[in-house]
């Protein structure tokens, strides 16, 4: 696994072994970041189930002004900030490791982009959505990466499914808040 594009083009991230992550594959990860290419620079982004850390990451490097990871995991969150540490961001982002659900529900700043990549078929998905519109900053985005065999409801709060771009038997779902006039 490696950072794509930007100021940490090319360089390797440490992951997790084992069957309880599944880091998103570099081609699918590309074609998110070719989606949301012209959305990232000075945003704030929060990546929800961070795992390694890899989307954060990948919008720092891309020029996103601050990434904020989240995982319950400890073995999660200590490759994150070993990957932050290595690629020397540390200064643009902050790590917390606990449940998504309080952290989502806790007063705090909102967020540009939100990367959603739960454990698939574990229910936490369908949970989170709300909760992150409810943090989404107007104008901001939600992606939610999930299998394909699994449908994602039309509206998250206040935001609505914009489109699912499909990659094998991934898809990557974006939501955003319909604009008033």
Same mark, same amino acid.
């Given at each position: 696994?490696?950072?794509?594009?930007?100021?940490?083009?090319?360089?390797?991230?440490?992951?997790?072994?084992? %069957?309880?992550?599944? +880091?998103?594959?570099?081609?699918?990860?590309?074609?998110?970041?070719?989606?949301?290419?012209?959305?990232?620079?000075?945003?704030?982004?929060?990546?929800?189930? $961070?795992?390694?850390?890899?989307?954060?990451?990948?919008? %720092?490097?891309?020029?996103? $002004?601050?990434?904020?990871?989240?995982?319950?995991?400890?073995?999660?969150?200590?490759?994150?900030?070993?990957?932050?540490?290595?690629?020397?961001?540390?200064?643009?982002?902050?790590?917390?490791?606990?449940?998504?659900?309080?952290?989502? %529900?806790?007063?705090?700043?909102?967020?540009?982009?939100?990367?959603?990549?739960?454990?698939?078929?574990?229910?936490?998905?369908?949970?989170?959505? +709300? %909760?992150?519109?409810?943090?989404?900053?107007?104008?901001?985005?939600?992606? $939610?990466?999930? +299998?394909?065999?699994?449908?994602?409801?039309?509206?998250?709060?206040?935001?609505?499914?914009?489109?699912?771009?499909?990659?094998?038997?991934?898809?990557?779902?974006?939501?955003?808040?319909?604009?008033?006039?």
């Amino acid at each position: 696994m490696r950072i794509i594009a930007g100021e940490a083009h090319g360089r390797r991230l440490e992951t997790r072994e084992g %069957l309880d992550v599944r +880091p998103t594959p570099e081609r699918v990860k590309e074609a998110l970041f070719n989606i949301l290419q012209f959305q990232i620079e000075g945003r704030r982004v929060l990546d929800l189930f $961070a795992g390694s850390g890899q989307l954060g990451l990948e919008a %720092l490097s891309r020029g996103a $002004a601050e990434a904020v990871f989240v995982d319950e995991s400890r073995a999660s969150m200590t490759v994150v900030q070993r990957n932050i540490a290595s690629l020397g961001m540390q200064s643009r982002s902050k790590t917390y490791q606990m449940d998504f659900e309080a952290f989502l %529900l806790r007063k705090q700043q909102p967020f540009d982009i939100i990367f959603l990549d739960p454990p698939y078929r574990s229910g936490k998905l369908e949970t989170a959505l +709300p %909760l992150a519109a409810a943090v989404t900053a107007p104008g901001g985005t939600i992606v $939610a990466e999930h +299998p394909t065999d699994e449908e994602l409801p039309e509206e998250a709060g206040t935001f609505r499914k914009v489109r699912s771009y499909r990659y094998g038997k991934i898809y990557l779902t974006l939501y955003r808040r319909p604009e008033t006039d």
